[in-house]
């Protein structure tokens, strides 16, 4: 974002800041077109950008805690715990640990993929958690 004393097309303003998809002049709101031509926006059209900061690490906490209620079903603390089993010399605890260990890589390189597409502008921005979590890999121990 950058402020400056310009004049556009739309007229002289003293306060002007660019946005990636809006113009903002002295508080008025413009909607930039897919023609790259800026549209005036009604107050009740207008809603701010998300807090892509907040947005994020909500995804990424909610990812976690999904993982970790995924190893909590099996009496492990977390998944981290439950990684930590991949070693174990119980069959049944290091093919747990295996399985803990194949799902947690397998969710988060999905998720750093869902969150890249964003940034590529591939996919849309998610509101929520949910936007994304049917599109993360299932988690079962079977």
């Known amino acids: 974002m950058y402020i400056a004393t310009t004049t556009h097309a739309l007229g002289p303003f003293k306060h002007v800041d660019v946005l990636a998809d809006r113009l903002i002049a002295d508080g008025t709101h413009y909607q930039l077109s897919i023609l790259g031509e800026y549209k005036l926006l009604k107050d009740s059209d207008y809603t701010p950008p998300p807090d892509l900061v907040a947005l994020q690490r909500e995804i990424v906490n909610s990812t976690q805690g999904r993982l970790d209620a995924f190893a909590r079903a099996r009496g492990y603390d977390s998944i981290l715990s439950a990684c930590t089993y991949v070693t174990s010399q119980i069959p049944k605890f290091a093919h747990e640990g295996q399985m803990a260990v194949q799902s947690r890589d397998a ?10 597409d964003v940034e590529a502008h591939k996919r849309p921005v998610p509101t929520c958690f949910a936007d994304v979590e049917a599109d993360l890999p299932a988690l079962n121990w079977e």
């Not at 969710?107 to 890249?116: D, E, H, M, P």
Request: hydrophobic residues 60%; charged residues 10%; proline residues 0%.
């Open 107 to 116: 969710t988060w390189a999905k998720l750093y993929q869902i969150l890249a």
